[in-house]
């Protein structure tokens, strides 16, 4: 029989963020900006919510353990994404390295001790003390394995996406940007004024070329969404801005002049990023040389075949978390 160790031993211990789901904003896990809002239910993983992702609450790292020590009490879950958590959940990240499988053999262990918590027995005080096997049975950890790998297998890219689309850009079609957008530049708003508004749900969109050029979410805003934004004063880094947002100074505007929706606005992403090289600090992307550009897309009947380009991204592995 395996050694036996105080939870503990084998993973540090934390509270997550003791939030109320009542104070933050469901949405869609599909939505921008979302993340896991993890309570005490042993059901859906844990998971009760999907919720906007707010600039001033840290979530709880991704491979790690929610473990309710109220509520369903000990009710264990692997988490392998970035998560909140409500009132009563504990965070449990591994001091050495574990992979997926041990872990989701930990979450498993840890919740079978749930019968020492019966009528309405916390157990916030008394988890870290908990015993469990040091170690994974190694005929148990590579059953597991194979069954994880045929699993895997089973999973191939048709089965997740409708279709698999190839690309060939041979024939594609030079538009001018202008044809497409309006250009136009945002307006300015001081990261001093942001603070006075105090955080809140609307980017604030800069000339970084990480984070969608966000840094940072407050209660204001002075651009409406749905729109392309770029940086004029540094690469030229280009952004999908689906929500209203407020700008720093040097952020420009593509208005489009077409229905556009997200899926359509990542392929065009992609492309205008893919003119970068073009660009730097001595020679900006400037809403007068936008306005002089020319992209090439796939067409139908000599227009730019939307409805392509939408597919093409649906069909892209993690095309849902867009």
Request: hydrophobic share 35%.
């Amino acid at each position: 029989m395996s050694e036996l160790l105080k939870i503990s031993d084998i993973f540090e211990v934390n509270y997550g963020n003791s939030l109320e789901l009542i104070n933050l904003s469901s949405c869609k896990s599909t939505d921008y900006n979302s993340i896991t809002f993890v309570s005490r239910t042993e059901n859906n993983n844990g998971v009760a919510s999907f919720v906007e992702k707010e600039f001033a609450i840290n979530p709880n790292p991704a491979h790690t353990l929610s473990v309710a020590v109220g509520g369903s009490v000990l009710a264990t879950f692997y988490q392998p994404l970035e998560y909140y958590t409500g009132f009563h959940v504990l965070v449990l990240s591994p001091k050495k390295k574990l992979n997926v499988i041990e872990m989701l053999y930990y979450a498993k262990i840890i919740s079978l001790n749930k019968y020492r918590y019966s009528y309405g027995r916390q157990a916030n005080k008394t988890l870290r003390d908990i015993l469990i096997p040091a170690k994974m049975p190694m005929n148990l950890n590579n059953h597991m394995a194979s069954f994880y790998r045929q699993k895997s297998k089973t999973i191939s890219a048709k089965s997740l996406f409708d279709e698999k689309i190839n690309i060939d850009t041979k024939n594609w079609m030079e538009f001018k940007l202008t044809q497409l957008f309006d250009i136009k530049g945002s307006k300015t708003t001081a990261l001093l004024e942001l603070h006075e508004y105090g955080n809140g749900k609307c980017p604030y969109v800069t000339t970084q070329a990480t984070n969608n050029g966000v840094k940072g979410f407050y209660d204001f805003y002075s651009e409406s969404g749905n729109i392309l934004t770029i940086d004029s004063a540094v690469i030229g880094y280009c952004s999908y801005q689906e929500f209203s947002f407020s700008a720093s100074d040097h952020v420009e505007k593509l208005i489009p002049k077409f229905d556009m929706n997200k899926y359509i606005a990542m392929f065009l992403v992609t492309i205008l990023n893919a003119e970068q090289y073009r660009y730097n600090y001595g020679l900006k992307r400037s809403q007068a040389r936008m306005k002089e550009s020319y992209i090439k897309l796939p067409t139908k009947k000599n227009i730019p075949d939307w409805e392509f380009m939408e597919r093409f991204i649906k069909s892209l592995p993690y095309a849902s978390s867009f």
